[in-house]
C-alpha cells in the first residue's frame, strides 16, 4: 500500500443538522478530495431525534455533551468547512465559526457567503 507524502489535511464539517443530506455530500466530497474528515454523530437523523426518547434534562445533557465533542474535534482538525445551503448559517454555528476563528483555523464554505455594503 502506498503511504500519502504527508498528513493530509483534516477538515471538520460545521452546520445545521437539518442539513443532513449535504454533510453526507460534504464528507463524500472531502474524502474523494484526500482529507481526513471529522463530522456530527450521524447523517441519518437530527441529534433531537436521535436524544427524544430521553427526559428533557438528560437530552439536554447529551446535547451539550455532543457541543462539547464537536468542539474537540475542531481542535483537531486544520480547518473547517462550514455547511451552509442557501446561506443559512444558524446560532450554534456561528459559535462553532468563532470557536474555530479563535483557535487559529481556516473556515471554508460550502456556499460561499454574499457580503452586502457600501
Known amino acids: 500500500m502506498t503511504r500519502l507524502p504527508e498528513r493530509p489535511t483534516i477538515v471538520c464539517l460545521c452546520g445545521s443538522v437539518r442539513f443532513l443530506a449535504e454533510f453526507d455530500a460534504a464528507s463524500l466530497a472531502e474524502t474523494l478530495a484526500g482529507r481526513i ?6 447523517h441519518r437523523q437530527r441529534d433531537e431525534e436521535a436524544f427524544s426518547h430521553l427526559p428533557a434534562g438528560e437530552r439536554a445533557a447529551a446535547l451539550n ?14 480547518e473547517i468547512l462550514v455547511i451552509n445551503p442557501g446561506g443559512y448559517v444558524g446560532h450554534h454555528t456561528r459559535q462553532e465559526i468563532e470557536y474555530a476563528r ?11 457567503i454574499q457580503v452586502s455594503g457600501p
Open 37 to 42: 474528515v471529522l463530522s456530527v454523530g450521524s
Open 65 to 78: 455533551r455532543l457541543t462539547e465533542l464537536h468542539r474537540s474535534k475542531i481542535d483537531l482538525a486544520d
Open 102 to 112: 479563535a483557535q487559529g483555523k481556516q473556515v471554508r464554505w460550502l456556499e460561499e
